[in-house]
């Protein structure tokens, strides 16, 4: 008998995405790896359809197919029955395209009902959320559900990934030291970022405003006394209401992928004081755009950016404040700090991002046609 050979690639694969945030831009530099190693996606699109530039952007990678699923985000649940449209939708469309693995943007449904491998890239999850932003405090009721759904969604999968070392710690906390996790780094590719020759005396800042996580208001408490303008990209409202008000930063409002590169290409500092984050794509933009950096001292900042940055508590105004005058003041120490952002955001490219997840499809795969295999000797035997 012929046993099925090990390392097999897939041909298609369903890839899960919405285009609120940053999702989007991963799935699509993910999406564009894979087409460059001969795999077909199908870009399942949830929540909000793409606008006319994103679906533009998509439709430009060879072998990118896009369908819009008409149903609500599995994050913006707010119980089991919310998940349901979105589940069946998933199922339905993986068998009728024929596709060899779902990859899901999150694990609230990795226990998809589906006879297809399914993998998860966790960006960010409520539970960790709150380990970070409320660490004394019990995860609230109302969200109770969803940590339960996360948990089954995380040890159903074939396969979980986290975008770095620090937050696959942080999922182990939240949801059990033996959760099998493996880790590839998000990637941005240097084409897209653009340094202007001369840059502006300006502080720039980007991401979802409204989330309490991005900590604005401490960015905005120490923006009162920067020598220089400091701004913030970003859309301030949230899916909840939610909504951001400034004293000190100047809001830019929401910028589409493009402009936002423009002015981060302008700017001579990039900061962030975010008290919770997975990965930070808006940083690693930011150095690639050839921004000095200042960081919240957090383990994933830590991680990512070592000694390429100046880090700050992620709670003190003073500090923050001070930093960042600090490289205002001293334009060899912003430049020599703006180069070695960027040489350490090259190490996180695109392609490596895409190598990694495609090492652990095949794995994924391998590992179902081994069970297969298994199960025709049982049969024969």
Sequence with gaps: MRMTEPRAAPRRILLVA???????????????GLSHAGVEVILAVAGPSPTAAQRAQAEAIPGLRIQILDVALDWMATGEADLAPLRDRLVALARREDVDLIHLNGAALGDLPTERAVVVTQHSCLATWWQAMRPEAPLPAEWQWHRARMAIGLRAADAVIAPSAAFAAALRRAYGTDLELDVVPNGRSPRQCHSAARRHALVITAGR????????????????????????????????????????????????????????????????????????????????????????????????????????????????????????????????????????????????????????YRRVLDEAARRGDDELLRAAG
């Design 209 to 360: 405003l409204w989330d309490e996580a991005k900590n604005l208001r401490t960015l905005d408490a120490a923006a009162e006394g920067v020598l220089w303008p400091v701004v913030a990209a970003g859309p301030r409202r949230g899916p909840d209401g939610q909504e951001a008000a400034f004293e000190h930063v100047f809001p830019l409002g929401p910028l589409d992928a493009a402009e936002l590169r423009r002015r981060l290409g302008l700017a001579a500092v990039f900061v962030s004081l975010a008290a919770y984050e997975p990965f930070g794509l808006a940083v690693l933009e930011a150095a690639l755009s050839g921004c000095a950096l200042v960081l919240s001292d957090i383990p994933t900042f830590r991680e990512i950016w070592d000694d390429a940055a100046l880090f700050v508590p992620p709670h003190d105004p003073p500090a923050a404040r001070a930093a960042i005058n600090r490289l205002i003041a001293d334009p060899e120490l912003r430049m020599l700090l703006a180069a070695g952002a960027r040489r350490r955001a090259l190490v996180y490219p695109p392609e490596a991002c895409a190598r990694g997840t495609l090492a652990v």
């Design 18 to 32: 919405d285009c609120v945030g940053g999702v989007w831009p991963y799935s699509l530099e993910l999406a564009r």
